[in-house]
């Protein structure tokens, strides 16, 4: 029986490491800015505003991610009768990580605005700041520094969850590393894939807690 080395194996699933680390990267890009509009909303005085967002952030966090992959890969056939092309496997799964991430990092947002004193609020109005001024030359960098912890879990689940991206069989390292595992017959390609996982969470771990350290100058 023809068998595969671990160098082997990570040589096979270069290309699937290339594919998961760009719906990490893209995930984020979409995902952080489009969280803190959600939690804009759900902080609104408007109460039709503030409960869509509130629905948006229960449905997200409430059902599983694979489930709201396979909708939105799916959705657009079953519902509008649109035919699914392969290029759209890739837009599908950044789609649905970045809905679904956007709701977590929305409430980390959330979380962290209200916790800061109103009285920083009422100093910078006093000074001449406009409201956009105020939150992000004072209010924004000190919540940075309260929930990077908080992200720094998230973003860290974000690693494991795309492998998720395989529930629709978009070739990501996962995806390629089944595959590669039912070939051969050997667990060789899955160690690979959880060497590459573990090292990609390190790094990102790593570049957290130096941002950590850097955001101190706020204490």
């Given at each position: 029986?023809?068998?595969?080395?671990?160098?082997?194996?990570?040589?096979?699933?270069?290309?699937?490491?290339?594919?998961?680390?760009?719906?990490?990267?893209?995930?984020?890009?979409?995902?952080?800015?489009?969280?803190?509009?959600?939690?804009?909303?759900?902080?609104?005085?408007?109460?039709?505003?503030?409960?869509?967002?509130?629905?948006?952030?229960?449905?997200?966090?409430?059902?599983?991610?694979?489930?709201?992959?396979?909708?939105?890969?799916?959705?657009?056939?079953?519902?509008?009768?649109?035919?699914?092309?392969?290029?759209?496997?890739?837009?599908?799964?950044?789609?649905?990580?970045?809905?679904?991430?956007?709701?977590?990092?929305?409430?980390?947002?959330?979380?962290?605005?209200?916790?800061?004193?109103?009285?920083?609020?009422?100093?910078?109005?006093?000074?001449?700041?406009?409201?956009?001024?105020?939150?992000?030359?004072?209010?924004?960098?000190?919540?940075?520094?309260?929930?990077?912890?908080?992200?720094?879990?998230?973003?860290?689940?974000?690693?494991?969850?795309?492998?998720?991206?395989?529930?629709?069989?978009?070739?990501e390292m996962f995806t390629e590393a089944k595959a590669l595992a039912a070939s051969f017959k050997s667990m060789i390609p899955f160690?690979?894939?959880?060497?590459?996982?573990?090292?990609?969470?390190?790094?990102?771990?790593?570049?957290?807690?130096?941002?950590?350290?850097?955001?101190?100058?706020?204490?």
């Amino acid at each position: 029986m023809e068998t595969i080395s671990l160098m082997e194996s990570f040589q096979q699933l270069i290309g699937g490491m290339g594919t998961t680390i760009q719906i990490f990267v893209l995930t984020l890009l979409f995902s952080l800015p489009l969280g803190l509009i959600i939690a804009f909303g759900r902080m609104s005085k408007n109460g039709i505003l503030q409960t869509i967002m509130k629905i948006y952030i229960s449905i997200m966090r409430g059902t599983p991610l694979m489930l709201q992959l396979l909708v939105v890969y799916f959705g657009p056939y079953y519902l509008f009768n649109v035919s699914i092309t392969p290029a759209y496997r890739g837009v599908a799964v950044i789609i649905a990580f970045a809905l679904n991430y956007a709701a977590y990092f929305a409430e980390i947002y959330r979380s962290g605005i209200e916790s800061m004193p109103k009285g920083q609020y009422e100093a910078a109005k006093v000074l001449g700041y406009s409201r956009t001024q105020t939150f992000f030359t004072i209010i924004f960098p000190q919540v940075l520094k309260r929930i990077l912890p908080a992200l720094t879990n998230e973003i860290i689940t974000l690693v494991k969850d795309t492998s998720l991206a395989y529930s629709i069989a978009y070739m990501e390292m996962f995806t390629e590393a089944k595959a590669l595992a039912a070939s051969f017959k050997s667990m060789i390609p899955f160690v690979a894939a959880a060497i590459f996982y573990y090292i990609f969470n390190f790094i990102v771990a790593t570049i957290m807690e130096y941002f950590e350290k850097r955001m101190r100058y706020y204490d």
